[in-house]
């Protein structure tokens, strides 16, 4: 059974960078798997960040961001991770962020609009001077 665990989240300063990592575990199809990333502010509803579709080739993969968060932030995969590189951050970035997978082989954008059926447990980022 596929699991999700993020990692790397933490204090960052107004302007600065934090790459965060979500790590799977408990399946060796993880490759077949789209991902998104989702973030969570205090007293707000849940929002997408961006996707990245499926691993199996390199020359395949696509990734999709919502457009506030276009130029600032970047998915990217390995084996059995995927990351999300955040610059320039704002204190508007202040937020828990979770990583979640469905195994599909729709490409972003259209992956980003499914219905995701794994998700990790959340990271909190704080932005803060």
């Known amino acids: 059974q596929l699991r999700l665990v993020e990692s790397g989240g933490g204090l960052v300063q107004p302007g600065g960078a934090l790459k965060l990592a979500c790590t799977a575990s408990g399946s060796s199809s993880f490759k077949y798997y789209a991902v998104g990333w989702f973030r969570q502010a205090p007293g707000k509803e849940r929002e997408r960040v961006g996707c990245?579709?499926?691993?199996?080739?390199?020359?395949?993969?696509t990734t999709h961001y919502e457009d506030s968060m276009k130029g600032r932030f970047t998915i990217s995969r390995g084996d059995n991770t995927v990351y999300l590189q955040m610059n320039n951050q704002k204190h508007e970035d202040t937020a828990v962020y979770y990583c979640a997978a469905v195994p599909s082989g729709a490409s972003a954008p259209f992956v980003c609009r499914v219905q995701y059926t794994v998700w990790g447990q959340g990271t909190q980022v704080p932005v803060s001077s």
């Open positions: 990245i579709s499926r691993g199996l080739s390199n020359v395949d993969i």
